[in-house]
């Protein structure tokens, strides 16, 4: 799902930019809240998510396709700690690695940090009342869809990919990839909350 330098308009690099700047801020501020005891764990996630993200699946024009985990971290630690893990993820593999563009750095950690961290974690607060595996499956599931289709708007509007085929692919590969999401969530989430019992519930 990380977009390249060159797919996006100067429009939508500048409105991408001002949203994640002012998202990844007042996560930053809202994060001094989080217990001492679970700092260390932002570096363990971002290692995990990292890595995880290193397995690429190309899609079209440069896009490419994986797993994210910005759900998966909001469910343990709250969306705030995870838009901070994504961010430093991101921004690590485009700087060092050159995975994703410099110009679409804002871009990319709103569709694959800010959706997932907020709207993930906003729908599984909604369903886990109904069923905790699923409001966590679907949750993660759906953020990486929604990550794929807001992708494919950004790169739509900025006229450099026909926008259908790119639509299509974004999120005809990505629902498939996000049933891995979902599983790898869940088996996760429950394996740590086991080992770890400071991660049961639901974080502020």
Do not use: C
């Not at 700092?39 to 363990?44: E, F, K, N, S, T």
């Not at 993200?53 to 797993?67: D, K």
Request: no cysteine.
């Amino acid at each position: 799902m990380h977009i390249p330098d060159g797919l996006l308009s100067t429009p939508i690099i500048i409105v991408t930019y001002a949203i994640t700047i002012l998202g990844v801020a007042y996560s930053a501020r809202k994060l001094r809240g989080l217990p001492e005891e679970k700092i260390p764990l932002l570096g363990l996630f971002a290692a995990g998510i990292f890595a995880a993200q290193m397995v690429n699946f190309p899609i079209i024009g440069g896009v490419s396709g994986h797993l994210l985990g910005a759900t998966l971290v909001a469910i343990l630690l709250g969306p705030y700690a995870s838009v901070i893990v994504m961010t430093a993820v991101l921004l690590i593999q485009t700087l060092l690695f050159g995975d994703g563009g410099i110009t679409a750095i804002g871009a990319n950690i709103l569709n694959m940090g800010l959706v997932g961290a907020f709207i993930g974690y906003g729908v599984y607060l909604k369903l886990r009342n109904i069923n905790e595996t699923l409001a966590m499956g679907f949750a993660s599931w759906l953020s990486v869809v929604l990550g794929a289709t807001l992708a494919s708007i950004e790169i739509g509007l900025s006229h450099s990919l026909p926008f259908t085929k790119v639509l299509a692919l974004m999120v005809g590969y990505h629902s498939i990839i996000g049933i891995g999401e979902a599983v790898l969530t869940v088996l996760i989430v429950n394996a740590l909350r086991a080992k770890l019992p400071s991660l049961e519930g639901v974080p502020a």
